[in-house]
């Protein structure tokens, strides 16, 4: 397993479609383990392949960070993930991005799916997803159709929040 850099926003790979993972291969366990290791590293509760310069449609989540008491870690993959249903329902969450540091906003989205994705078994799985992990998902999913939280934000703030990221981006390179 190892740590892989993880790209920041403005970058063209955030914006893409990705392809579908035809099948599971030693390649995708080895990235997948990768990405675990480098969403728990940041830390974060959520990592899509892309974020990693890697476009293919998969994402990792653990949502279960032991703030609920007795909640024990559960690591996820999900390969070729997508929503068969959404509850009309709606919950907002203050969203933030492992590609955008320290930048948040309010993003409403449903507050129920159900999700069917290819696991690292080779199986099918279904889940519903509800609270934070259903707004991780959308949020996540989002990543493999070239979609950030801030594409939901008005043009202003979208741009104040690129308009950060640039100086920030610029900063860092100067401290390496
Ligand atoms: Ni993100």
Not at 80 to 96: D, F, K, L, R, V
Request: hydrophobic residues 35%; glycine residues 6%; proline residues 7%.
């Amino acid at each position: 397993m190892s740590l892989r850099p993880i790209i920041l926003h403005p970058d063209p790979r955030l914006k893409k479609v990705c392809p579908q993972v035809p099948a599971v291969t030693d390649e995708i366990r080895r990235l997948a383990e990768d990405m675990l290791e480098t969403m728990y590293d940041a830390p974060g509760v959520g990592l899509a392949a892309p974020q990693l310069g890697e476009m293919k449609r998969l994402f990792v989540m653990d949502c279960a960070r032991g703030e609920v008491e007795g909640e024990k870690p559960r690591p996820m993959v999900l390969i070729n993930p997508e929503i068969i249903w959404q509850s009309a329902e709606t919950s907002t969450y203050e969203e933030g991005c492992l590609s955008i540091p320290e930048q948040y906003a309010d993003i409403t989205r449903p507050s129920r799916v159900r999700m069917r994705w290819l696991g690292l078994d080779g199986q099918t799985h279904e889940e519903d997803f509800t609270g934070l992990w259903a707004t991780c998902a959308q949020h996540e999913l989002d990543h493999l159709n070239g979609k950030l939280f801030i594409d939901y934000l008005g043009p202003m703030r979208r741009q104040l929040i690129t308009r950060k990221m640039l100086k920030f981006k610029r900063e860092r390179a100067k401290q390496v």
